[in-house]
């Protein structure tokens, strides 16, 4: 029989089993991004030439683990958190099969575990992609792939806890928008995981001498329905956190309820398309697949995006104007808490996610254009504009409002707490920035040493792109001050922090919290009277068509004609 406990801030009603494996995978996460971070900022470092810290064995060693660490299993274990906490805790429903979901935590740890030590080991250090002919220690394929079921156990208990909430009636109407959210992302991931069990599991029985061959072309499309979907389940993952960090912090409702639960559902028809962005010069795949993959359904997927960039601004504006805060275009916006880092982070994930992740995201996924950027460190400066600033920043935002209301304690450096999305946010778009300008130069992806200075040939790249790598490496350690702070405050609130003062009893029972309203209800804004978002998604239309034919200017240059 499940058991449950009334949260004193919110008015939920919570599963104990849920709560402590909400717990116990949040907590996890944060300890692989601070494993994964660290690694990252020896890639950093050695990709910064005047540094240049890590020899060459090390440096792949450094760059296998990051990747892994980051792109893997910290979005992971706190998407599986995400998952319990918008099934059981917004349904005010008991948890389905709290023993499975057991199960799926210490086989993902245990698999990560795995992994982690096979690249440790120096015997497998193959890169996040694992390209064949390259061959990692067979440990290495069998960490990903238990790493790969836990997840889906996690994924099965949360749409059996959906199923039992519908059933028991334990809400009304259709499911919260933010749990919409956590579905499409529930969604993606067991098409994620499936199509990374159709490659990783031969791949694994090749490393056991089982399979002779693995034919590097069908690997490589395989993998990437993966390899790229695994984003795919962040980004939706995301957009349920803007969602209800809108809700919490000012009872906002979206635009048009059903408009948003259609981006969703694009997201789940097309988004894993863009996987393919990473194919776009191979042999093993036809130019008609190419160019409707690029073209016709990468507009789609878009249009999903921008869908949310649009109406979680506009679900604010609308709350705000709401309050009284309706001078100008942008009181609601001046006026809002920026001093709060639930907000500010939440903010600073959806501009820099989609000047940055989804403007160079498009750009890449255009047939033509992705030619002068394949394969340059341009690919990692777009993935720290989606992954990083998008979906790592979504999470820590929200991480201050769930790690507080769960634990019932009062953060530990709450100072210091007000800065941290600002030096996380900012140091890694500038990275995703220097990184995007020195691939436009030439500079490679995966290479150790951009000056190739034991190479027989050598090859020098214009100065900018040496300044450029110098700047990514100092806009990496800012960001790193405000990952240690942000993993410092959650750390040090769990571990030591200040026990919060219950609110002393009222004589009349309290009014269910507005954010509780909107988090868990159903319902539009009931206005599209949002000026000030409309000036902004103009502006970020302006940035986003100039961009788009800046590098068709630019792709016009490459190849001289005579």
């Not at 494993?35 to 760059?63: E, I, K, N, Q």
């Not at 809108?246 to 097309?270: C, D, H, M, N, Q």
């Not at 460190?377 to 993935?383: D, K, L, S």
Request: with cysteine; aromatic share 14%.
């Amino acid at each position: 029989m499940a058991e449950f406990r009334t949260c004193p801030d919110t008015g939920f009603k919570i599963d104990l089993a849920a709560d402590k494996l909400i717990k116990w995978n949040a907590v996890t996460a944060v300890v692989f991004l601070l494993v994964g971070g660290l690694f990252g900022l020896l890639v950093a470092l050695t990709r910064w030439p005047a540094v240049h810290l890590l020899p060459a064995d090390w440096f792949y060693l450094a760059l296998t683990a990051h990747g892994l660490d980051v792109l893997l299993v910290w979005m992971i274990f706190f998407e599986i958190a995400l998952l319990y906490f918008t099934s059981a805790v917004l349904l005010n429903a008991r948890l389905v099969f709290p023993k499975l979901a057991w199960v799926g935590f210490w086989v993902m740890l245990i698999g990560a575990a795995i992994t982690n030590v096979a690249v440790l080991r120096g015997d497998s250090s193959v890169m996040f992609t694992s390209y064949p002919p390259m061959m990692a220690a067979q440990d290495f394929y069998l960490g990903i792939i238990l790493f790969a079921v836990g997840a889906l156990l996690g994924c099965v208990v949360f749409f059996a806890t959906l199923h039992m909430a519908r059933k028991e009636k334990t809400y009304e109407g259709s499911i919260p928008l933010v749990t919409f959210g956590a579905l499409t992302a529930a969604i993606i991931a067991v098409f994620t995981i499936l199509s990374g069990a159709v490659i990783l599991v031969p791949t694994w029985f090749w490393s056991l001498g089982l399979l002779a061959h693995i034919d590097t072309v069908m690997y490589k499309v395989i993998w990437w329905a993966m390899g790229h979907s695994s984003q795919q389940i962040n980004v939706a993952a995301q957009i349920a956190c803007w969602y209800a960090v809108a809700a919490i912090l000012f009872g906002a409702k979206p635009l048009s309820e059903k408009v948003s639960r259609t981006a969703f559902l694009l997201y789940i028809l097309f988004l894993q398309l863009a996987s393919a962005h990473h194919l776009l010069v191979e042999p093993g795949l036809s130019s008609e697949y190419k160019i409707f993959n690029t073209s016709y359904a990468l507009y789609l997927a878009v249009l999903g995006s921008m869908i949310h960039g649009l109406t979680v601004p506009g679900a604010i504006e609308a709350a705000q104007r709401k309050k009284g805060f309706n001078k100008g275009l942008f009181e609601w916006l001046t006026k809002a808490p920026w001093g709060n880092p639930v907000f500010s982070g939440m903010a600073l994930s959806v501009v820099l996610f989609g000047f940055l992740g989804g403007i160079s995201g498009v750009m890449m996924g255009t047939e033509q254009l992705n030619l002068i950027t394949h394969n340059t460190i341009y690919v990692p400066g777009h993935f720290h504009g989606t992954v990083v600033v998008g979906s790592t920043l979504a999470f820590m935002s929200i991480s201050y409002w769930l790690v507080p209301t769960l634990w019932q304690k009062e953060l530990v450096f709450p100072g210091l707490a007000k800065w941290q999305p600002y030096l996380f946010g900012i140091g890694m778009g500038l990275v995703a920035v220097f990184m995007m300008g020195a691939g436009t130069l030439g500079v490679p992806r995966r290479h150790w040493d951009m000056t190739f200075a034991d190479a027989t040939l050598g090859f020098d790249f214009p100065a900018a792109a040496n300044l450029m790598m110098g700047l990514n490496g100092v806009s990496a350690l800012v960001a790193t001050v405000g990952a240690v702070i942000f993993i410092l405050n959650m750390v040090g609130t769990i571990l030591w922090g200040k026990a919060k003062v219950p609110a002393p009893a009222a004589a009349e029972p309290a009014p269910e919290p507005e954010a509780t309203n909107a988090a868990t209800g159903y319902g539009d804004a009931g206005t599209m009277e949002v000026p000030g978002t409309f000036v902004l998604a103009m502006i970020f239309l302006v940035a986003f068509v100039l961009y788009y034919f800046v590098n068709w200017k630019y792709l016009s240059s490459v190849w001289g004609l005579s």
